[in-house]
C-alpha cells in the first residue's frame, strides 16, 4: 500500500521535472491524489484518477499518470485532463482552468475498454500474425529519437512532447539500429 | 502559425526541466519570443532569434531553442548566447549578465552558411561514400551513453551537458550495439 | 580544477531538474559542495562528499553525485544521504531532516572496497570468462527502458526512478535489440 504523502511527493517531484505545476487547489488536488492511491493499491499502478482503468498494465499505460497526454494538454489548454497538472498562469492564479477535452485517440479507448469484453473465439485457420494484429493487447514497440535533442525512448508512439527539449511529436523518427556484428 | 504565448509556455516549461530559468527582463525576453514565434512560421522549428539559419533542418538542428550550446553556456557565463535562459543568480539579480561568445563551432557555422552556396557539380567518377563525406548536408548519427547515469542518445556528437545528470560532454561514450539475433 | 561556484550551479540545476530542492542550510550547503569540489580535483569527478570513494571511475559510478540512491531516499526519507539534496517540505522547513541508511548493497560497497586490496593472481587455466565474472571491476552493462514512459538507458541496473516520468525501478525491463539486417 503507498500512503496519500508518496503519491503528492511523487507528483510534486514529477511537476518540477516536467517544468509545470500542480494545481494550486489544495483540497481538490487532495482529492486527486486519493484517487490515485487508490488506483495505485489497486491496479499496481496510478493509473488516471479521472478516466477508467481495466487493469491490464499493457492497456492502460497510456493513462498512468503522467498520462501520455499531459504534456500536450498543458501547452494547449494550460492543464491536464484532471486539472491536476497546470501552467505557470494557471499555478499563479492569472488563468482559469477551462475544461479540457479527451484527447485519448478512440482506437485506444476501445482497446482498452473492448478488451475487457467477451471475444469470440478465433478461427484455427486463422495464421497467428494476422490474430496478433486483432489482439487489442498485443502492443508493437519501436524505438524512436527526437531528430532536435537526440533523445531516445521505446515506446508504441513517440511521445506527444520531448521530454529533454520540448519539441513536438512531429519531431520524432524512428530508429533503426543497424547492430554491429556479434562477437 | 503558433502565438508567442505558445512559444512563452514552452520556454517556461523547457527552462524548468533543464533547472535554469527565463531572463527577468519581460521586455527583453518578450522581443526573444517574437524572434522564435517568427521563425518557427518561417522555417517550421524554432531556431535561436540570434542567429542565421538556414531553413534546412539537418544544417540548423544544433541552434534550434534550446539549442546544443544553451547548458555549456548557462554553467559558464550565467545565460545562453541569447541571455534567453539565464542562472538562479542572475534570475534573482544577484548578477547581471555579460557577453557570451559564440560557442557554435566553426565547421557547423561554414556547413550550415557554405550549403547555402552553390556548389560545383561532382565529378562522376568520384565514388559516392566520399562525395556524402563532402557534403555537409550529410550528418552521421550516433547512439550516445552518459557513462554515470546511462542516459542514450542518437545524435551527430553527444550533448555537452547531460541533461538527466548534468554530467560533462567528456562522460559520453559511443553505444555499440551487439544486436540478438533476428527471430 | 573547479571551482565552488561551478559545483553549486550544477547542483541548483541538477536539482531543478530532477525534481528536488537543495538543503536550505546554506553553510551545511557549502560544506558539502567544498568536499564534492575536492573530490572533483581529487578523481575527475564528484563523488559523494559523504562516502569514500575508490578513485575507479567504473567502481565510483553509482556514487557519483548525484548519486543512484538520491532518488528513492529523497521518495522515502526526504533527503538524499548527505542531505544535500531535499524534498519540498524540508526545504520550505515545514519537516527537518531524519537519518538516512545507506542504501548502497552491500555487493557493490564489496566490489568497490575489496577492489582495492591486493588480489591472488589469477591461475592460468581458468577460463577468461569465470575470471572476468569474479573480477569486481568488470561491470555489464544493458539496454533498460521504462515500460511507463518508454525513457532508455544503458547501464548496469536499472534507476531506482524512472527520471522522466517517476516510475519505480520494478518498471524497467531489459530492451532488447531486434536489429535490421545490416546494408
Known amino acids: 500500500m503507498t500512503t496519500v504523502e508518496k503519491?503528492?511527493?511523487?507528483?510534486?517531484?514529477?511537476?518540477?521535472?516536467?517544468?509545470?505545476?500542480?494545481?494550486?487547489?489544495?483540497?481538490?488536488?487532495?482529492?486527486?491524489?486519493?484517487?490515485?492511491?487508490?488506483?495505485?493499491?489497486?491496479?499496481?499502478?496510478?493509473?488516471?484518477?479521472?478516466?477508467?482503468a481495466t487493469g491490464k498494465f499493457e492497456l492502460d499505460r497510456d493513462i498512468i499518470c503522467p498520462c501520455d497526454y499531459r504534456d500536450p494538454d498543458v501547452v494547449q489548454y494550460g492543464a491536464c485532463y484532471c486539472a491536476?497538472?497546470?501552467?505557470?498562469?494557471?499555478?499563479?492564479?492569472?488563468?482559469?482552468t477551462e475544461p479540457v477535452p479527451e484527447r485519448r485517440p478512440i482506437e485506444k479507448q476501445n482497446r482498452a475498454?473492448?478488451?475487457?469484453?467477451?471475444?469470440?473465439?478465433?478461427?484455427?485457420?486463422?495464421?497467428?500474425?494476422?490474430q496478433a494484429a486483432k489482439d487489442p493487447a498485443m502492443?508493437?514497440?519501436?524505438?524512436?529519437?527526437?531528430?532536435q535533442c537526440g533523445y531516445v525512448c521505446y515506446r508504441e508512439e513517440p511521445p506527444y512532447v520531448c521530454p529533454v527539449c520540448k519539441a513536438k511529436r512531429e519531431l520524432f523518427a524512428e530508429l533503426v539500429i543497424q547492430a554491429a556484428p556479434r562477437t
Open 7 to 52: 503519491v503528492r511527493a511523487r507528483a510534486e517531484s514529477d511537476a518540477r521535472t516536467a517544468g509545470c505545476y500542480l494545481n494550486p487547489d489544495k483540497e481538490f488536488l487532495n482529492n486527486l491524489f486519493e484517487g490515485l492511491k487508490a488506483n495505485e493499491d489497486r491496479y499496481g499502478y496510478p493509473s488516471c484518477p479521472c478516466r477508467l
Open 113 to 130: 475498454y473492448g478488451a475487457t469484453a467477451v471475444t469470440a473465439i478465433p478461427k484455427q485457420t486463422e495464421p497467428a500474425r494476422a
Open 84 to 96: 491536476l497538472f497546470v501552467n505557470k498562469d494557471i499555478f499563479e492564479g492569472k488563468k482559469s
Open 139 to 147: 502492443v508493437q514497440q519501436k524505438l524512436w529519437y527526437c531528430k
